[in-house]
C-alpha cells in the first residue's frame, strides 16, 4: 500500500505541473485557466486525502502493537 500511495503522489504532482502550465496567469478565472485551478484543487484534495488516510493506517499499525 505504501508504494500505490507513493506513485499516486508522483502521479498527481505530474498533473499539477500539466495544468499549472495549462494557466494564464492574466485571465486566470477564464477559459481553459479555470479548468485547469479546478483540476489543480481536485488533486491537491485527493494528495491531502492520501496523505490522511497513510497517517490513519500508521496509527492503527501503532495501536495494534501496543495492545
Known amino acids: ?3 500505490f ?3 499516486i503522489i508522483a502521479f498527481a504532482v ?6 499549472v502550465s495549462m494557466l494564464n496567469f ?7 485557466s479555470l479548468i485547469a485551478l479546478i483540476g ?3 488533486v491537491l484534495c485527493a494528495v ?4 490522511i488516510f497513510r497517517l490513519s493506517k ?3 499499525e501503532k495501536l495494534k502493537k501496543q495492545s
Open 58 to 60: 500508521s496509527i492503527e
Open 5 to 7: 500511495s507513493y506513485i
Open 26 to 32: 492574466k485571465n486566470l478565472f477564464e477559459g481553459e
Open 48 to 51: 491531502v486525502i492520501l496523505l
Open 1 to 3: 500500500m505504501k508504494i
Open 40 to 42: 489543480i484543487l481536485a
Open 14 to 19: 505530474v498533473f499539477i505541473g500539466i495544468n
